[in-house]
């Protein structure tokens, strides 16, 4: 059996509301209370809408500002069932809490914590009753497991409001143990504990990764079933998530950690690095050498050593490694000038870990250089050659074609499968076109199919499913779906198909025998597939590349997946926009 999903989705709606009143909580945190018809159920453009919905302790709204003041230009686009994030030069997102949803009054209060910069902490200093501000989300809500026998909330002042929201809300009858750092005894707020609960406050300054850990370390591990969440601002919460899962061994579902914001500033050593390389460098174009030693430096588990043994020197780190030291000294000039370690080159006893060398403890962060995408990356350098005689950077590079490899790897699609959890978000327009009402069997394949198994879960649908993917993908996809002993997991006839994204890493050959396989067992299929760059994106310039890395085309727009269609005997009934970028195109056999 798999595990409880961890998140239940919720439709995303833009909303507009209004400032009802401003107050201030504490010194550190201002209050605003915000209301409005949009909090209802209300229809825009002819479509309807769910009232609001924020049921989660630590769920979270995107609020949309503008930095030329033109908030209208900065909007998304409203679709029926989803968000569309249109290219918008100045708009400015921020991610908020609801401290409190009051139904009945129509209300919402998000709690701003007072710190002097920031657009977000800006327009709540500004903020004036009937003054408008635009919203969207939430887009899920955290699951907690059901029954425990104490609940540890971790968190710095921007983590308040949750922390807040879930004592007066209680969504677990358990003891909670609370752990807040403050930059001041002036941020402390009363909060509702019941007997057996907890609260720790520590001064210290705020992103202080060290005050951080070392309360955690210092919290009771209590015995029993228990959970733990934690969000502050995300560098200083990486040696507290590698505690939590290397030493206090919480398993995954026992464990959310979130950062909830980033510090940008540079610490001194670091800036002088940046603006050292930046001097070094061609101007406008980076070297792929801090990238590439980054990656051997994660390969090698220099990284890794550094933070479980700090201090260690140059000859002692090439012997834990098994290493030749003058190796490791062709890595550590560079990766000192680059922030991964510090000690290499100014005279300290022993190597640590720098700033970014802190930020690849993350498994996110490292897999930019190790991962799925890194692989993705070094086929690139087969780009010239394949855009001159055709064919994938991937195939030059391995051999053969991205399926083939990943069909064969469970590791690599198991990849796949997390980079597609996103996609039960997006879901929502497809879950609820007309086409289920009369679908009794649904077939399923793709690294999204377990996505495709949870919205339709979320929505009500019911349909028997049944699983059309190769040995590696079914044993890895058993672990992601909801219910796992209500699939069929052989391929066969059914009402409906869904591919989802099952096309992003194949050829148009493989994609054209897929879509023909497909039309053995049913004559409805649906393709869901990204079609151009998800506008949010930092990265929406390279999608195209990647696409292109792993497929030898680039992103399927509408017509080019009506070609794949037309080519394998399908024809297009229609295409539901699902937002960012991703699209549902609806096959009928011709």
Request: with cysteine; net charge negative; aromatic share 6%.
């Amino acid at each position: 059996m798999a595990a409880q999903r961890a998140y239940t989705t919720h439709p995303l709606v833009l909303r507009r509301v209004t400032v009802r009143s401003v107050h201030q909580v504490t010194p550190r945190m201002r209050r605003v209370v915000l209301g409005g018809e949009e909090l209802a159920a209300f229809t825009r453009d002819g479509t309807g809408h769910p009232a609001f919905a924020a049921p989660g302790f630590d769920d979270h709204i995107k609020l949309i500002l503008a930095a030329d003041g033109d908030v209208h230009a900065a909007l998304p686009a409203q679709l029926p069932h989803g968000i569309e994030w249109t290219p918008a030069e100045h708009r400015l997102t921020r991610d908020y809490t609801p401290r409190r949803v009051d139904p009945e009054a129509g209300e919402l209060h998000l709690d701003f914590v007072v710190h002097g910069d920031g657009p977000a902490e800006a327009w709540s200093a500004a903020a004036r009753e009937g003054d408008e501000l635009w919203f969207v989300g939430p887009k899920s809500s955290l699951r907690l497991p059901e029954r425990l026998d104490w609940i540890q909330l971790v968190g710095d002042e921007t983590a308040l409001p949750a922390i807040g929201r879930f004592l007066d809300e209680r969504p677990l009858d358990a003891p909670a143990h609370v752990l807040v750092t403050v930059s001041d005894e002036s941020a402390r707020q009363e909060l509702a504990l019941r007997e057996g609960d907890t609260v720790t406050w520590v001064v210290a300054e705020p992103g202080d990764a060290e005050a951080l850990e070392a309360a955690v370390r210092a919290l009771p591990v209590e015995a029993g079933e228990g959970y733990v969440w934690a969000a502050a601002e995300s560098r200083a919460l990486l040696p507290v998530r590698r505690y939590l899962q290397r030493e206090r061994k919480l398993p995954k579902d026992r464990l959310n950690v979130t950062g909830y914001w980033h510090r940008e500033e540079a610490p001194a050593a670091e800036a002088e690095a940046t603006a050292d390389a930046a001097v070094r460098e061609p101007a406008g174009i980076p070297s792929p050498l801090p990238w590439l030693v980054a990656r051997a430096a994660l390969q090698l588990g220099v990284v890794d050593a550094v933070a479980d043994a700090p201090g260690l020197s140059a000859e002692a780190l090439a012997t834990r490694l098994g290493v030749s030291e003058p190796g490791i000294g062709v890595l550590l000039p560079l990766l000192s000038s680059y922030g991964v370690v510090v000690g290499a080159d100014d005279g300290a006893p022993g190597l640590r870990l720098g700033p970014a060398g802190e930020e690849l403890l993350d498994e996110h962060e490292r897999e930019e250089y190790t991962g799925h995408e890194a692989e993705l990356l070094l086929a690139l350098t087969h780009l010239a050659p394949a855009l001159r005689g055709g064919g994938s950077p991937w195939r030059l590079a391995s051999g053969g074609t991205l399926h083939e490899a990943v069909a064969q790897d469970a590791e690599r699609y198991g990849e796949l499968v997390e980079e597609c959890e996103q996609l039960v978000f997006l879901l929502g327009g497809l879950t609820a076109d007309p086409l289920w009402e009369s679908i009794g069997t649904c077939l399923l394949t793709g690294p999204g199919s377990a996505s495709v198994a949870a919205a339709l879960d979320d929505a009500g649908r019911r349909p028997r499913l049944r699983v059309a993917e190769d040995t590696v993908p079914v044993a890895v996809l058993r672990g992601h779906v909801p219910a796992p002993d209500r699939i069929d997991w052989t391929a066969g006839p059914a009402d409906v198909a869904v591919a989802a994204k099952a096309l992003a890493h194949r050829t148009d050959e493989e994609a054209v025998l897929l879509l023909a396989r497909l039309a053995g067992w049913t004559r409805t299929a649906v393709l869901v597939e990204a079609s151009r760059p998800d506008g949010l994106s930092p990265h929406a310039a390279e999608a195209a590349l990647h696409a292109y890395a792993a497929t030898g085309s680039p992103l399927r727009d509408s017509a080019a997946i009506a070609a794949l269609a037309h080519w394998s005997g399908w024809e297009v009934e229609r295409t539901i926009a699902l937002g960012w970028g991703t699209e549902a195109t609806v096959l009928r056999r011709a």
